[in-house]
């Protein structure tokens, strides 16, 4: 699995999170870190690292862009270490 690293703005409304969680499982994607970053006018900016299968990250981008409001800001692959 391929790691992301996406900074999204949301509504700050009850079930925005939990349309964003939801469409990054719908996309096969694994939530691995969560950070708030600021709440102003009515809107959330997070911090989020993702795991999805493969490396591209089309899908996970299409499904979030379906949601009301929320914009990615921007998204950043997360080197992997060689073990």
């Known amino acids: 699995m391929a790691e ?4 999204i703005s949301l509504p700050d409304r009850p079930g925005s999170l939990g349309s964003v969680a939801s469409a990054i499982g719908f996309a096969g994607g694994d939530i691995r870190n969560f950070t708030v970053v ?9 911090d989020v690292v993702i795991a999805i299968p493969g490396t591209d990250p089309t899908d996970l981008l299409n499904v979030l ?3 009301g409001g929320v914009e990615v800001l921007s998204i950043e692959p997360i080197k992997q ?3």
Do not use: A, Y
């Open 38 to 46: 600021s709440n102003e006018g009515g809107k959330g900016i997070d």
């Open 4 to 7: 992301f690293h996406l900074k």
């Open 81 to 83: 270490s060689v073990k």
């Open 65 to 67: 862009g379906q949601i």
